[in-house]
């Protein structure tokens, strides 16, 4: 497998850890402590602690952003585009995700720390686009 296949496999792994760590362990837990029907959380709105809030919108921002990462490493994939390039912006994007993540989950959101949450969701935006370059210069310029 390519590096880019294996962050792909990363992200997704990391959005199912997410999930686990943070979602999971906070309604199961409630769950089996008897302290929360199953059917009581709320799709609508999130309720419960501020961290639990904060690792559902976090897993949300993988959810959102891991089509757009398999669709682009797919291109990559169908142009047989490889190269340090296309390694490097992938590793960016998988390390600035996990990044963004976990100063999400694990911060209260003040101005400044959500300033350095979105500079990792910058590094991944720049490395999305950055990818998508490589691919439209090495297979639209050999067709």
């Known amino acids: 497998m390519t590096v880019p296949v294996w962050m792909l496999l990363g992200f997704a792994a990391w959005t199912l850890l997410l999930l686990i760590g943070t979602v999971g362990i906070y309604r199961w837990s409630r769950v089996l402590t008897g302290t929360a029907r199953i059917a009581s959380f709320r799709t609508?709105?999130?309720?419960?602690?501020?961290?639990?809030?904060?690792?559902?919108?976090?897993?949300?921002?993988?959810?959102?952003?891991?089509?757009?990462?398999?669709?682009?490493?797919?291109?990559?994939?169908?142009?047989?585009?490889?190269?340090a390039l296309a390694d490097g912006f992938s590793i960016a994007i998988l390390v600035a995700r996990?990044?963004?993540?976990?100063?999400?989950?694990?911060?209260?959101?003040?101005?400044?720390?959500?300033?350095?949450?979105?500079?990792f969701f910058s590094v991944q935006i720049v490395s999305f686009i950055c990818l998508i370059a490589i691919i439209v210069i090495k297979v639209g310029g050999s067709g």
């Open 44 to 83: 609508d709105r999130i309720e419960g602690a501020e961290w639990y809030q904060r690792g559902t919108r976090a897993h949300a921002n993988c959810i959102e952003n891991l089509p757009v990462f398999a669709a682009i490493v797919f291109a990559l994939q169908a142009g047989h585009v490889t190269g």
């Open 98 to 119: 996990i990044v963004q993540s976990l100063v999400h989950v694990c911060f209260v959101q003040t101005d400044a720390i959500v300033s350095v949450r979105f500079a």
